[in-house]
């Protein structure tokens, strides 16, 4: 039976990664003595290993496909498949920021100002290439961690780092004077793999439905009964991927029209609903949305 070796990475987009394939069908049962957790799927052998390097080992085939950031891929410049863009991060929905940020109280305000100074950052490479691209001299120092403690401490005239709110650039007093990288999670695979007919269906399998699972995070459905008299009322304050289902009730005075909206409206869109006529409103939670 042929198998697909799968990256998983380790740290801040673990949780969430487990958690999407968790919703996209897949159990994965992770032993915290083991780089490989089980999973109810005897056609995926799983591996969990640090972002920064799952470029790398997609690239030489140690795996068939991973799940990493487009920073790491951009960082290693690794000859590598994208196969998909997958919109989320740690703690959000939202693609992430590597900024250069500065001491709060500098007069630093652009990427000239920082001609001749020292940055550290734990992206190297793309940050030496982003400046050098634009004919600034700067040197990047690589940060093992703590990296907004560099500035405080004298060891680093501005910093590069990653950020989805800023606020924590923000409690170290610096301030964000440049975006270099929107970074987002994707779906990679090695160019051999990805030649292999049944691993690229496999691959493929993974995506749609991670996809539909992405999808179905910021969306619910909404049930409910409607009188026939007051039908296009309703129906004109839904907003729907294509159009509601209605269907028809014992009593034949009412229909049940059911559909898919954005979370985000739902607080707005209930109060309007119930003055357009329906009742019974329903709101529940998907898995996914293909």
Not at 28 to 45: A, G, L, M, Q
Not at 178 to 187: A, I, V
Not at 275 to 288: C, D, F, P, R, V
Request: charged content about 25%.
């Amino acid at each position: 039976m042929s198998t697909l070796r799968l990256g998983i990475p380790k740290g801040s987009l673990q949780k969430a990664t487990l958690h999407l394939f968790e919703k996209s069908g897949w159990k994965i049962n992770v032993n915290e003595r083991s780089y490989f957790p089980d999973i109810d799927d005897p056609t995926i052998e799983l591996s969990i290993c640090r972002a920064q390097e799952m470029s790398i080992y997609v690239e030489k085939g140690t795996l068939d496909a991973g799940l990493t950031g487009k920073d790491w891929v951009l960082e290693n410049q690794s000859d590598v498949v994208v196969v998909d863009d997958l919109v989320y991060s740690k703690v959000s929905a939202n693609p992430a920021r590597w900024v250069l940020a500065v001491p709060a109280s500098s007069e630093m305000k652009g990427l000239e100002d920082l001609r001749g100074k020292k940055i550290a950052t734990e992206l190297v490479n793309f940050t030496k290439r982003y400046f050098q691209e634009r004919g600034i001299e700067v040197e990047v120092s690589f940060s093992w961690g703590a990296t907004e403690a560099k500035v405080v401490s004298g060891l680093a005239d501005a910093i590069v780092e990653v950020t989805e709110t800023g606020s924590t650039i923000r409690a170290h007093g610096l301030k964000i004077i440049h975006e270099l990288l929107y970074t987002n999670t994707q779906l990679i695979a090695n160019k051999v793999s990805w030649e292999d007919p049944w691993k690229r269906w496999k691959i493929g399998q993974i995506s749609l439905l991670l996809k539909g699972a992405l999808r179905a995070e910021n969306m619910v459905g909404l049930k409910m009964n409607v009188p026939k008299g007051r039908l296009l009322g309703v129906v004109k304050q839904l907003p729907s991927l294509n159009a509601p289902t209605i269907s028809s009730l014992y009593d034949e005075n009412w229909v049940s029209v059911e559909t898919v909206v954005d979370k985000k409206l739902v607080r707005d869109l209930i109060p309007r609903l119930i003055e357009a006529g329906a009742e019974g409103i329903i709101e529940y939670s998907l898995n996914k949305v293909i």
